[in-house]
């Protein structure tokens, strides 16, 4: 993967995981929910992962 895009409501968090590689606490407190099981839609699509629901996003990504 070299993008991480993650919904959290309206909030979306874009990571570019080839400049800066979050440490593992940081990539779990985005990828994991508050039950510690991954968040869910969880979607990869090419060299991106999506992790969250955002209509925005989804029709940026999609669209």
Known sequence: MT???VAKGKK????????EAPDDAALASLLLGPTGNLRAPTLKTGKTLI???NDEMYSEVFG
């Open 3 to 5: 993008k991480l895009l």
């Open 12 to 19: 979306v968090t874009t990571v570019d995981l080839k400049k």
């Open 51 to 53: 992790v969250g629901f």
